[in-house]
């Protein structure tokens, strides 16, 4: 499963560039990876481990702004058509992240 994050947050304020900041950091920090500026991509090995993630981003979430959150699997996130300029480019995944149980 891979879980997309897309966000459309304020940064008017000082007060919203750190709310966006801390948002972008907490992604990171669970593990998410930049896709795009403002969507953010995480490889989960199963749909419960993709709920936990989930519930974890709703924690975080900032006070104002947009986000969506979205689980796709493994041969659905393999069929995307990247294009830069006009030009196909080759999908570079983000490493998979070894789970111990």
Not at 36 to 56: D, G, N
Request: charge should be positive; aromatic fraction near 14%.
């Amino acid at each position: 499963m891979w879980v997309l994050v897309f966000f459309d947050l304020p940064t008017e304020t000082k007060k919203d560039k750190k709310a966006y900041a801390d948002f972008r950091k907490n992604l990171q920090r669970d593990g998410f990876t930049m896709f795009q500026f403002s969507i953010y991509i995480r490889h989960c090995a199963s749909s419960e481990s993709s709920e936990v993630h989930i519930k974890r981003v709703k924690s975080f979430l900032p006070a104002y702004g947009n986000v969506g959150i979205l689980c796709i699997t493994d041969k659905q996130f393999g069929n995307i058509q990247l294009f830069y300029g006009n030009k196909p480019k080759e999908i570079k995944t983000p490493g998979l992240q070894l789970e111990l149980f």
